[in-house]
Nanobody, 123 residues
Framework: QVQLVESGGGLVQAGGSLRLACALS????????MGWFRQAPGREREFVAA????????YYADSVKGRFTISKDNAKSTMYLQMNSLKPEDTAVYFC????????????????WGQGTQVTVSS
């Protein structure tokens, strides 16, 4: 059974940085496409970033391009999201997603999900 555990959320001022981490356990990490979604209060969950099994394909939402960087460390079974130049509109619960079905997480309706970590950006 796949388990995803996020960490690294918190409160930061606008313009600051945070790094989120998502650890996968229970299965072979390198077999999984992975990514990040977020959900702000009163809004639907939205795609943030995705990375392929080997890391060779990376995708970002337009709203975070140039500010966020997704990466993964297969040796540590962990994915990261480095978030720089944070804005108040980045405030949301950030969720880690993974699937082993050979499609990127933003194209799949069959992802595993973490429990989420809160990111709050103050103005």
């Amino acid at each position: 059974q796949v388990q995803l555990v996020e960490s690294g959320g918190g409160l930061v001022q606008a313009g600051g940085s945070l790094r989120l981490a998502c650890a996968l356990s229970g299965r072979t990490f390198s077999n999984y496409y992975m990514g990040w979604f977020r959900q702000a209060p009163g809004r639907e969950r939205e795609f943030v970033a995705a990375i392929s099994r080997g890391g060779g394909s990376i995708y970002y939402a337009d709203s975070v391009k140039g500010r966020f960087t997704i990466s993964k460390d297969n040796a540590k079974s962990t994915m990261y999201l480095q978030m720089n130049s944070l804005k108040p509109e980045d405030t949301a619960v950030y969720f880690c997603a993974a699937n082993s079905r050979g499609v990127s997480v933003q194209e799949s309706d069959d992802n595993y999900w973490g429990q989420g970590t809160q990111v709050t950006v103050s103005s």
